[in-house]
C-alpha cells in the first residue's frame, strides 16, 4: 500500500543533517528544571532538548556553591542534594526575603493524567505522520524519542519516591521543625523552615534508590534512545523533522520558564508555601530579624560570619531596629487583622501571611518606619 503523503519524502529545499546535535542545547536549563522533580502537568511526557542529562543521570548530581545554616542545631553543611538546590534555583527566588515552609502532606498528592494525555496525543501524531509520510527514518526518530520520554519519567519517579520515604523516616532524627539559612550559588539567600528529619534525610543527603541496578538498566536504555535519535533525525524528512523540532522546543521552551510546573511541594508527601517577607528591600538584616534569633543564634551567626562582630555597632542597630518593627507588626496585626484570632505565626517568628495580612502588615511596618 502506497503512502497517502508520498510526495511530501520529495519536499526538501534544504537538508539538517546535523539536527541530532540539536537535542544537546538546553542541558543547564533541562537539568535545573528536571533535577528539581518538581511535576509538569502540561509538558512532562513530552521530548525535551538537552536528553543527555537524563541517561548520564546529571540531574541529579549535586551542585557546588550553596550553603545551608542549620541555626536551630548549630550545623553548617555545604553538601545539599542536588534536586534540592535546583530545586531552589528552579523558584527564582527573591533577594534574601524569600520563605519557604515546608511540610509532610497529610494524604498522598496525586497530579492527575493531564500531562500523559497530551504526550500520548502529540507523540501518536509524530509517529502518524512519519507512517503517512512512508519516511522509515522519522518512525525511527519518533520512537526512540518515546523511548526516552518513558526512561526520564521512570528514572524522575524513582527519585520522586525516594524522597517520599526519606520524608516519611523518623527513625533517627525527629520531625521538629528547624529554621535555616541557605545561600545560594548566585549570592541570593533564602530562608526556609522544615521538619529536622526532612531537613537531614532529603535537604542534605541524596535519598536513595530503591532497586540501584533497574535504575542503571533504565539509563542505559536511555542512552541507546539518545543516540538512536541523534543518528536518525538527520537522515528524517524534512517534513518530520520540522514536526519534531516544533514539539521539542516548544516544550522546552515551557519547561524553562516552569509554565505547568507544580511549585507547591515534590513527590506525593512532601508540600512547601513559599511568601516574601513583607515590606522588605532585600537587605540581609531584615531577613534575619524575621527569624527572631536568641543571643546564643546571634553568637552563631557570628562565628558563621553571617553576622559582623558585635564592636560593629552600626549594622547591630540597624538589626535591632528591624527587630523591634517586626515585632510591633507581629503583634499589630495580632489585635487589627485576626479580631482576636490566633495569627499564624511559628515559633521560629517567620510566618505564612495571606495576601490580606500581608498587606496589613506591609502598610503597618512602612508606617513604624516613618514613624
Not at 537524563?54 to 551542585?63: G, H
Request: with cysteine.
Amino acid at each position: 500500500m502506497a503512502a497517502p503523503l508520498k510526495d511530501l519524502r520529495s519536499w526538501s529545499p534544504f537538508r539538517l543533517d546535523a539536527l541530532g546535535l540539536l537535542t544537546m542545547l538546553g542541558a543547564d536549563e533541562m537539568s535545573r528544571e528536571i533535577g528539581s522533580l518538581s511535576a509538569n502537568t502540561l509538558v512532562s511526557c513530552m521530548s525535551l532538548l538537552g536528553g543527555n542529562v537524563i541517561p548520564s543521570n546529571a540531574f541529579v548530581d549535586p551542585l557546588h556553591g550553596y550553603t545551608l545554616y542549620n541555626i536551630s542545631d548549630a550545623i553548617q553543611s555545604t553538601s545539599l542534594a542536588g534536586w534540592f538546590s535546583r530545586w531552589l534555583l528552579a523558584q527564582h527566588p527573591s533577594q534574601n526575603t524569600s520563605l519557604f515552609e515546608w511540610s509532610i502532606r497529610s494524604h498522598p498528592r496525586h497530579y492527575g493524567h493531564r500531562a500523559l494525555a497530551i504526550g500520548i496525543v502529540v507523540n501518536t501524531c509524530i509517529l502518524a505522520l512519519s507512517l503517512l509520510v512512508g519516511d522509515y527514518y522519522g518512525l525511527a526518530s519518533a520512537l526512540c524519542m518515546d523511548f526516552g520520554i518513558i526512561i526520564r519519567a521512570h528514572l524522575v519517579t524513582q527519585n520522586r519516591d525516594a524522597i517520599d520515604r526519606a520524608a516519611a523516616d523518623t527513625s533517627i532524627h525527629s520531625s521538629d521543625f528547624v529554621r535555616t539559612f541557605v545561600i545560594l550559588a548566585n549570592g541570593k539567600a533564602t530562608t526556609v523552615f522544615a521538619p529536622r528529619n526532612v531537613v537531614v534525610n532529603c535537604f542534605l543527603s541524596t535519598p536513595k534508590i530503591t532497586h540501584p541496578k533497574y535504575y542503571a538498566i533504565a539509563r542505559a536504555i536511555g542512552w541507546f534512545a539518545f543516540v538512536g535519535l541523534i543518528v536518525t533525525i538527520g537522515q528524517a524528512v524534512l517534513v518530520v523533522q520540522i514536526a519534531i523540532i516544533i514539539v521539542t522546543v516548544s516544550a522546552t521552551v515551557l519547561t524553562a520558564f516552569g509554565i505547568g510546573t507544580v511549585s507547591d511541594g515534590v513527590g506525593k508527601t512532601l508540600q512547601v508555601v513559599k511568601s516574601e517577607h513583607p515590606s522588605r528591600h532585600g537587605r540581609r538584616g531584615e531577613a534575619y530579624a524575621m527569624l527572631r534569633l536568641s543571643k546564643e543564634e546571634e553568637d552563631t551567626m557570628v562565628e558563621w560570619a553571617l553576622f559582623p562582630q558585635r564592636r560593629n555597632q552600626n549594622w547591630w542597630n540597624q538589626y535591632r531596629s528591624y527587630k523591634a518593627v517586626d515585632s510591633k507588626v507581629i503583634d499589630v496585626v495580632e489585635d487589627s487583622s485576626t479580631e482576636g484570632k490566633p495569627f499564624n505565626v511559628s515559633s521560629f517568628g517567620g510566618s505564612t501571611l495571606n495576601e490580606e495580612k500581608s498587606a496589613a502588615t506591609t502598610a503597618k511596618a512602612e508606617e513604624l518606619r516613618d514613624g
